[in-house]
């Protein structure tokens, strides 16, 4: 425990750091994916008031998944609800009771905290992709699916969602203006951005679209399946260009940011990136329960910082987590992620060792962390 301490140390004095921007990325699913099951009103109180207790944990960052069920006209009886789909589409999406109390946790939660806002989306059950059953795959050929139907129901989607988002959130709130006017930015279900898993996403022209709906940018990575994660090991843009896996190829003329880069401009795509791999990203109680029990949080803080983003004299931490999946799994005595006693006496470790450090530690949603890499990439910080 005391080695890791004084390597954290060590680390800080021959790297020069003088300033840290910690967040958090949650990927925040209160409903299951059909949209059947949601959490309970006790169960979101409970969460605010947990993570309003902590400095780490008061401003992280919601990746929220708007859900809707998703039916096909052979698909047995229709659920309650307002339909939505792409015209001559054989499947559409329902806008139903649990949709609008999926839409009432999110008010509350903005009503109650400084979390940020981004959005999450799943669409490996309504776009082909590899890890459709048998029996889905089938109706979708049976029907005449094709990409250009994906992709228009896809868009029809990223809408809906932009709706669901605005009609949650306080208009006040600068989350609001990016849903409405531009600026939002993005998780991918499953973390398989662009093609990355041909088992979850076939979207090759996802970056392009993502875009063209307002996406500033994308914070799946590092990747839970490590595959995905792409080569650039840092914060990055790239020309939103079509193909697999595009933003590792030529095309996209990927570009890392770097004080006066220059390469955060209107016409590219925000990717976050870092030399972490997963599970060192994750403070899911499965990687977290992976920690040395004789050195615990210090070892793992150890490996956090020197695997993060260090750009000049300033260090980028960046975790994520699903502070839902335990509870919609019926598991109501998991801690929270950031709660867990562990990440807590890790927070602790690192708040003690920048006072000792004279390092300045702000705690930043992913928001800030974007308009912040701006300010470095034009050379005003």
């Not at 029809?156 to 006040?172: A, D, Q």
């Not at 019926?330 to 470790?349: A, I, N, R, W």
């Not at 690192?350 to 308009?371: F, G, M, P, Q």
Request: proline share 4%; with cysteine; charged share 25%.
């Amino acid at each position: 425990m005391t080695n890791s301490i004084a390597n954290c140390s060590r680390y800080f004095e021959t790297n020069n750091i003088k300033k840290i921007y910690y967040f958090h990325i949650d990927h925040f699913e209160p409903t299951s994916l059909d949209n059947h099951r949601i959490v309970d009103d006790k169960i979101i109180d409970e969460f605010i008031g947990e993570m309003n207790k902590y400095n780490h944990s008061k401003k992280m960052s919601l990746f929220y998944r708007p859900t809707f069920t998703f039916h096909t006209r052979v698909g047995g009886a229709k659920e309650a609800g307002e339909n939505f789909a792409v015209d001559g589409d054989f499947a559409s999406f329902i806008w139903s009771k649990n949709t609008n109390k999926s839409m009432e946790i999110l008010s509350s939660i903005d009503s109650g905290s400084e979390f940020g806002f981004g959005l999450h989306i799943h669409h490996e059950h309504f776009a082909e992709c590899d890890s459709m059953s048998k029996k889905t795959r089938m109706l979708f050929i049976q029907n005449g699916n094709n990409y250009d139907m994906d992709r228009a129901r896809f868009r029809l989607y990223l809408n809906r969602c932009k709706e669901f988002m605005r009609e949650s959130i306080s208009p006040e709130t600068a989350e609001y203006d990016q849903f409405t006017s531009g600026g939002w930015l993005f998780v991918h279900g499953k973390w398989a951005l662009n093609c990355s898993d041909l088992r979850v996403c076939r979207m090759e022209d996802e970056i392009q679209l993502l875009k063209l709906h307002g996406c500033n940018g994308d914070f799946s990575f590092p990747a839970g399946r490590r595959h995905c994660d792409p080569y650039i090991k840092t914060p990055f843009t790239v020309i939103p260009a079509r193909g697999f896996r595009i933003y590792d190829y030529r095309p996209s003329d990927a570009k890392p940011i770097r004080s006066k880069s220059g390469v955060m401009k209107e016409d590219r795509f925000f990717i976050w990136n870092s030399k972490l791999e997963h599970p060192s990203s994750s403070l899911d109680a499965g990687p977290v329960a992976l920690w040395n029990p004789s050195t615990g949080p210090a070892d793992y803080l150890n490996s956090l910082l020197r695997k993060s983003v260090k750009i000049g004299d300033t260090l980028f931490i960046k975790t994520y987590a699903h502070s839902m999946e335990k509870r919609l799994e019926g598991d109501l005595e998991c801690p929270y992620p950031l709660s867990h006693p562990d990440v807590l006496k890790m927070f602790d470790t690192l708040e003690t060792l920048c006072i000792k450090n004279n390092v300045e530690l702000n705690y930043v949603t992913a928001s800030e962390v974007y308009n912040i890499l701006k300010k470095i990439d034009e050379g005003g910080c």
